[in-house]
């Protein structure tokens, strides 16, 4: 069973729409990152999120962390081919060690 | 941030031989970590490796089938023991310098046994 949910697990949208994708745990987290990987690279961090509530943007991408610290959301703003990918978020209990979601496989079509 | 290197990038293995792939970071870091993925899917944890005890495994993966050693703070390498089909896989290497909320991420390791 996997700590983190993400949805959906693929996406597949038009180059400008917008998007977000959803990562879930019944768990508590004291950090969340979320990463980006493409195919034969490693993951990729594009931010960690450690506060309850807390919103970061980087760009056209918006990360919030659940105010109970179970959950965060990632939203895309006019998606570009470049965004195309494979999102993972992870996240760690102690600090140390981080388990990663179920993915979430974006492609944005021209 | 950390530069991590894996060696190496792909091998084609058969069935009952082993494989040590090799993992080196340009800094010293505190934590290092080994993963395993499927090509579009998430990552699963292996173990972490300890720098001068034995590696902490997840439930699932053993010693005597994914041993791991850690002689240092830049280097780590992962064995994959007596492989089957089962084992081909991307294995991912990750460092992280403890309680800074970072990890890195080598370029992986392609297994695939025939």
């Known amino acids: 069973t996997q700590l983190l949910e993400q949805s959906p697990q693929f996406l597949s949208i038009q180059e400008g729409e917008n998007l977000t994708v959803y990562c879930n745990s019944s768990?508590?987290?004291?950090?969340l990152q979320w990463y980006r990987q493409e195919p034969g690279e490693g993951p990729v961090l594009l931010v960690t999120?450690?506060?309850?509530?807390e919103v970061k943007k980087l760009k056209r991408l918006t990360f919030q962390f659940g105010d109970a610290r179970k959950d965060s959301s990632l939203h895309i703003t006019a998606a570009q081919t470049g965004d195309t990918g494979l999102y993972l978020c992870?996240?760690?209990?102690?600090?140390?060690?981080?388990?990663f979601g179920t993915g979430t496989s974006l492609t944005v079509i021209p | 941030s950390a530069v991590i290197s894996q060696k190496p990038s792909r091998d084609i293995c058969q069935r009952g031989t082993s494989l040590t792939i090799q993992c080196q970071v340009d800094s010293q870091v505190t934590m290092m970590f080994w993963y395993r993925q499927q090509p579009g899917q998430s990552l699963t944890l292996i173990a972490t490796a300890n720098q001068g005890s034995e590696a902490t495994y997840e439930s699932g993966f053993v010693i005597d089938k994914f041993p791991i050693s850690r002689p240092n703070l830049t280097f780590s390498t992962l064995t994959v023991s007596n492989m089957s089909p089962e084992d081909s896989s991307i294995y991912l290497c990750?460092?992280?310098?403890?309680?800074?909320?970072?990890?890195?991420f080598g370029p992986g390791t392609r297994l695939t046994v025939t």
């Open positions: 992870a996240g760690s209990i102690t600090g140390n060690q981080f388990y």
């Open positions: 990750s460092a992280n310098r403890g309680g800074m909320n970072e990890q890195y």
């Open positions: 999120v450690v506060t309850g509530g």
């Open positions: 768990s508590v987290f004291s950090s």
